[in-house]
């Protein structure tokens, strides 16, 4: 049996003498903050166990997944973009809401080495806007004075973190509400749209982004579920982007640069910045804009899921305008609290552990900073 550690590209170090958990995606090493938030609760429980990145590629995720059933020392994982979707195929079960929303984000293995998948994206996200956490600064909820029952809701993005986070405030804002999806592909948005007002008889109208303006101007509150303005290199064909500098509220296309021979990562950040320059001036005007001819009286709430930076473009547009706003970090606890339950629930009661723990972890993950 070969280890999964032959299937991942980053240094995990040695995992002797504990039990295991991670998280797989392209880079999560240098992206996730999903460590910072675990480990520490393991600590908090005296367990020996810890909670790791899996660095891997498409072509060695088939092989990983198999590596992972096979450890017994594996109680489960979380999967990151680009995989959400992807990784279905490999399940022995799938929790219906996450077969609905084609996309996965928590994987459990059982005793008998099955592995079984969910999501806790969307009610982590819901949970960010009612409860109060260290992502947003203040003591009352976000949307403390603003119910989601028919409201009319603009959702950027059509990946796995849109449809979960979507699918969730559909169920919400219920059949007087109404959800606007915008893609750079139409095509994208509107295979979210169709599935929503099939299960949930709300209202969703896809939109391609060159007409968010409209759509803007009509809703009560605005969600970034898109990867734009998030930190950290991204790959396409051994070329590298990055969209740290970009508002999502305004279409950009991203040029892609190789990296030179032996350079690291912050120099290879600043030549890209250089490289788009002027797409970046030119996102960042047409995203003003958009704010600017919004009626003066009109207030929005603007949630991003994206948590590095805890600032985004958009956010500090939003902020600058008068505009509520609401980083990832609190979904990304929530959606954290609820992932460590599903796979550790398990293990915990075997070994006696009461239902407080789960209220210690829940504290410990809203302390990290």
Not at 3 to 28: A, H, R, W
Not at 128 to 150: A, N, Q, T, V, W
Request: charged share 25%; glycine share 6%; aromatic share 8%.
């Amino acid at each position: 049996m070969k280890s999964f550690q032959e299937f991942i590209s980053n240094d995990i170090g040695t995992v002797e003498g504990k039990l295991i958990t991670g998280i797989i995606g392209e880079i999560p090493s240098k992206t996730a903050r999903s460590p910072k938030l675990w480990n520490p609760a393991f600590e908090r429980l005296k367990l020996e166990a810890v909670f790791l990145p899996f660095d891997v590629s498409k072509n060695n995720l088939e092989s990983l997944i198999n590596a992972l059933k096979q450890d017994e020392r594996v109680l489960g994982f979380s999967v990151t973009n680009p995989y959400k979707s992807e990784i279905i195929k490999y399940l022995d079960e799938i929790d219906e809401i996450a077969r609905q929303i084609d996309a996965v984000n928590t994987v459990v293995r059982s005793k008998d080495g099955k592995i079984k998948g969910y999501n806790t994206d969307g009610k982590g996200f819901i949970d960010s806007l009612l409860i109060p956490h260290p992502g947003y600064d203040k003591e009352e909820p976000f949307l403390y004075s603003l119910r989601l029952e028919g409201k009319k809701i603009l959702v950027i993005g059509a990946g796995g973190a849109s449809k979960s986070v979507s699918f969730y405030l559909a169920k919400e804002i219920g059949k007087d509400g109404r959800i606007y999806i915008a893609n750079r592909t139409l095509e994208n948005a509107r295979s979210i749209t169709s599935k929503i007002e099939s299960f949930y008889k709300c209202a969703a109208t896809p939109i391609d982004e060159i007409d968010i303006a409209f759509c803007l101007s009509n809703a009560d509150i605005l969600v970034n579920a898109s990867i734009k303005g998030s930190d950290g290199l991204k790959q396409v064909d051994g070329r590298y982007f990055c969209l740290r500098n970009f508002s999502s509220l305004a279409p950009a296309t991203p040029i892609a640069i190789p990296r030179l021979e032996d350079e690291d990562d912050t120099n290879l950040l600043d030549r890209i910045d250089i490289a788009n320059r002027r797409e970046i001036q030119k996102n960042k005007y047409d995203s003003t804009r958009l704010f600017i001819n919004l009626p003066k009286d009109k207030k929005l709430h603007i949630a991003d899921i994206i948590h590095t930076p805890a600032e985004t473009i958009l956010l500090a547009q939003a902020g600058h305008f008068g505009h509520s706003t609401m980083n990832g970090i609190g979904m990304n606890i929530m959606q954290a609290v609820d992932s460590f339950y599903k796979i550790m629930n398990s293990y915990l009661y075997d070994k006696g552990y009461s239902n407080e723990a789960y209220n210690m972890v829940k504290d410990t993950m809203f302390s990290v900073k």
